[in-house]
Each structure stands twice: as structure tokens, then as C-alpha cells.
């Protein structure tokens, strides 16, 4: 492995992992909700679940977003990438949903610029003006730093799977082998969205995940929670 391609693994695998301190295990985008109402009661529903959620959902516009923001960041496209910044930010289908994306958005910039700062990233972020959801802030900090979009979004939809994983496995509860079960089950499926989502344009965005939606948004009146959406 050369010397750009190992420092960019391991960025990506730092930035991506559970220990990147995003507060992603405070966030369950609805899955809290699903599981109180009986959507989600095993390891089965859970997979079902999260295949819709990546592949006619959120997973799949993020996605895009991702794709679309490390492209203008990476061939200097600054209107692009304000125009993208604002439709990503308004693109949540709920204020729980809006939180945990900007949130989470807002902690990967600010702990890459402490820890992984370069020039091109300030300039970047120097262009955005409003809200960095997390899609764009790791399409940002990914082309700013050069590292290749695919396999960034692919790590990204990884994480993202698994962090949707780790709350259901608390919320059900599942075991662990299940959680990893469910894991290699939807692997296709994140590679197929990242796949379809590296030929999409803004466009081709849209989702079809009503009910996902609809458990984000009974979330913010639901009597007893553990997550933050």
C-alpha cells in the first residue's frame, strides 16, 4: 500500500469509527419509536427495517450528498457546494431528524479542524455559510484532505448501518452476534446505495420511507426515551 493510500485509510477509519466522539450513539433516527410501536421486535424486522431506511431513505440521500458535496469541494465549485449545503440541511424530515444530522455535521468539522486541519478545509467551510449536516461535513473534510470519494462513501454508509444497528441491538435488545448478523446481511445493500448513489445526481433524490419519517417525528412526543431522536 502506498503512503497516500494507507494515510487515507486511516483517516478514514478514524473519522468513521464509533470512537469519533459525533454523539452518533445518542441518535437513532426513529428506530426508538419503531420499536415501542412493534415495527421493529427482532433481528428480522431490524434488518427490514434498515434496508428500506439505506436504500429509499436517508441512507440513500446522504449518500447523495456526500457525493455531491466532495465533487465541488474537490473541482472548486463554491456555488455548487453553498446550494448543497442549504438543500441538505433542509432536506431532514423532522426537527429530531434535523438535530442529529446537524449535530453531528457541526462535532465532525469542528473535531477534524482541531485534530486533522488543513488549509483546503477552511476554505471550504469558509463557503458553506449555513448548517453542515453530516453528509456534507464528511464530504468536506474528505476532499479537502484528498481522499477518494468512493471509498469514503462506502465507509460512511458502513457507519452510518452500523450505528442504526447498535441502537436497535439496545432498544430490542438483540445480542451482539445478531446485531453482526443483521450487519452482514444488509452488506449488499449498503454497497448497491453506494453504488446508485455515486451515479445520482441531485435530481434522483427522494424517499419513499413514510413510516421512517413518521417514527422521527412521533419521537419528539414520545413518553419515555433513551435517544435523542
Known sequence: MQGNE???????????????????????SGIEWAVEAGDIADAASLRGWLAAMLADGPGFCDGVFL????????????????????????????????LETSAQGRAFVEIARAAWNCAALDRLIACCGGAIVYPVAVGLVSAAHAIPLAATLHAFLHALTSNWISAGARLVPLGQTDGQRVLA?????????????LEASLDDLGSATFRADLASMRHETQYTRLFRS
Not at 457546494?81 to 440541511?89: C, K, Q, R, T, Y
Open 67 to 98: 457525493a455531491q458535496t466532495h465533487r465541488a469541494a474537490s473541482s472548486g465549485d463554491d456555488a455548487g457546494l453553498g446550494e448543497i449545503v442549504e438543500l441538505a440541511s433542509a432536506f431532514a424530515p423532522s426537527r429530531e431528524r434535523h
Open 6 to 28: 494507507a494515510a487515507a485509510l486511516y483517516r478514514l477509519l478514524t473519522w468513521l469509527s464509533p470512537s469519533f466522539p459525533v454523539g452518533a450513539f445518542s441518535y437513532s
Open 185 to 197: 446481511q444488509l452488506e449488499p445493500i449498503v454497497a448497491a446505495t453506494a453504488a446508485r448513489a
